[in-house]
C-alpha cells in the first residue's frame, strides 16, 4: 500500500517562499504521476501542480511563474515530489495535498489506483 507524507508547510508572510516535500513510501516502482493539489476553507480542493514519471509538468495557470514542482530522480528517491513555492499571496493559504497515481494494466484493461497524503496547512500572513 502506498503511503504518502508531506512536509515542509506552515506561517509565511506575504512575498515569502516555503518548500514542500512529499515522499511516498511502499512501492518501489516509480509512480507515473505525482503532484499537489490545495483546499481552501470552504472551496473545492483544486490543482497545483503535477509532474510525470518521465519529468513532464503541468501547473494551474494561477500558479505558474511562482510555483516550481520537481521530483526526485534517485533510484531510492524517485517517488519524492517537491512543490516550491515563491510570492505566496495570502490568497494560497490552503492545506496542501500530495497525490499519487499508479498506472496498471489489469489483463488487457487499463486502470489506476489514486492515492492522497493528508495534507499539509500552509498560511500565508503577515
Known amino acids: 500500500q502506498v503511503q504518502l507524507v508531506e512536509s515542509g508547510g506552515g506561517l509565511v508572510q506575504p512575498g515569502g517562499s516555503l518548500r514542500l516535500s512529499c515522499a511516498a513510501s511502499?512501492?518501489?516502482?516509480?509512480?507515473?504521476?505525482m503532484g499537489w493539489y490545495r483546499q481552501a476553507p470552504g472551496k473545492q480542493r483544486e490543482l497545483v501542480a503535477t509532474?510525470?514519471?518521465?519529468?513532464?509538468?503541468?501547473?494551474?495557470d494561477s500558479m505558474k511563474g511562482r510555483f516550481t514542482i520537481s521530483r526526485d530522480t534517485g533510484k531510492n528517491t524517485k517517488n519524492t515530489v517537491y512543490l516550491q513555492m515563491n510570492s505566496l499571496k495570502p490568497e494560497d493559504t490552503a492545506v496542501y495535498y500530495c497525490?499519487?497515481?499508479?498506472?496498471?494494466?489489469?489483463?488487457?484493461?487499463?486502470?489506476?489506483?489514486?492515492?492522497w497524503g493528508q495534507g499539509t496547512q500552509v498560511t500565508v500572513s503577515s
Open positions: 497525490k499519487a497515481v499508479r498506472v496498471y494494466m489489469s489483463g488487457s484493461t487499463l486502470g489506476n489506483q489514486t492515492y
Open positions: 509532474i510525470t514519471s518521465g519529468g513532464s509538468t503541468n501547473y494551474a
Open positions: 511502499g512501492w518501489i516502482f516509480s509512480l507515473d504521476v
